[in-house]
């Protein structure tokens, strides 16, 4: 996929989106009872089954009451060893932790941008490399290359939606990426900045739910499998990172396309060929066993 054009070009691609031991109360006579816990002690013998010792107390005879005996009994119960533990099996969240640690990342140098943008204008009369390094520094790979392949298609749609939140916000300050001064009589004007900026702003206020909802629905998928780098869900992650970046930057685009579905992607029947929502697109192998993805547009 290109990179963003050159000032000047108008916004012209949007329309390819889309225990117990109980305790017995004896009255009456004083009685001495005695709890043996069968360990390894004296003389047990180890194995044996818990022991209970009685003890009987036998008041003398009165002249006006018969002779009468009084008897305690407390028993000591060994609980059984507890069963083993199983742990929580894996879920998608392991699959997605270097996703979310870049989403999180790039997140936070946008707002930094965004800042620095915001603290020299508007109306802009220059950009200075201060600003201009801010935004270079929110860069979208780290994020689309940490999108594994093997998701089943709802989580898929759910993280790829993530990336086109990120993909608004950072191609909406495009303009600012290059330290240069502003003429008004050219484009992009400082008019032209602010709607620019403007693209970014539904992607940015809806980030963090979505990105919680990611998280929320990682963590009750199972974990996946990923298949070989060679296969085609590996090729088919490359083309909707590729076609997020292409609505939103290529062009002449400047952000605003979120996506909330995912296109289709159809191969055809020439090799590494096909199209995804309506962009042609050439998908090669290469010698170390990847992809390359184009999609040809504009």
């Not at 305790?23 to 009872?33: F, H, I, K, M, R």
């Not at 816990?37 to 008041?59: C, K, L, V």
Request: charge should be positive; glycine fraction near 10%; charged fraction near 15%.
């Amino acid at each position: 996929m290109t990179s963003p054009p050159e000032p000047g070009r108008p916004p012209s691609w949007r329309r390819w989106l889309m225990a117990g031991v109980a305790a017995v109360a004896v009255s009456g006579v004083v009685t001495a009872v005695v709890l043996v816990a069968n360990h390894d002690q004296e003389t047990g013998t180890p194995g044996a089954s818990p022991t209970t010792t009685t003890s009987a107390t036998t008041p003398p005879p009165s002249q006006n009451t018969p002779s009468s005996t009084t008897t305690s009994t407390t028993t000591s119960t060994v609980a059984p060893p507890p069963g083993p533990t199983t742990s929580n099996p894996p879920t998608a969240s392991t699959n997605l932790a270097r996703f979310f640690a870049a989403a999180d990342k790039l997140d936070r140098q946008l707002r930094t941008a965004a800042a620095a943008i915001n603290g020299s204008g508007p109306p802009w009369k220059a950009v200075s490399e201060p600003v201009a390094k801010a935004v270079r520094t929110a860069d979208l790979a780290p994020v689309a290359t940490a999108i594994p392949a093997g998701l089943p298609r709802a989580l898929l749609r759910s993280v790829v939606l993530v990336y086109s939140d990120l993909a608004s916000r950072r191609y909406a300050m495009a303009d600012f990426s290059v330290a240069t001064t502003i003429d008004p009589g050219t484009y992009p004007n400082s008019g032209d900045l602010l709607r620019a900026l403007g693209n970014g702003h539904a992607a940015a206020a809806r980030f963090a739910g979505d990105l919680a909802a990611t998280r929320a629905l990682a963590g009750r998928t199972p974990a996946v499998t990923a298949p070989p780098a060679s296969s085609r869900a590996a090729a088919e992650v490359l083309l909707y990172a590729r076609y997020v970046e292409g609505v939103n930057g290529g062009c002449g685009s400047r952000g605003g396309e979120v996506m909330t579905e995912l296109p289709a992607i159809v191969w055809d029947g020439r090799p590494g060929n096909g199209t995804i929502g309506t962009a042609p697109f050439t998908a090669a192998l290469g010698a170390n066993g990847t992809w390359q993805v184009r999609l040809n547009a504009c």
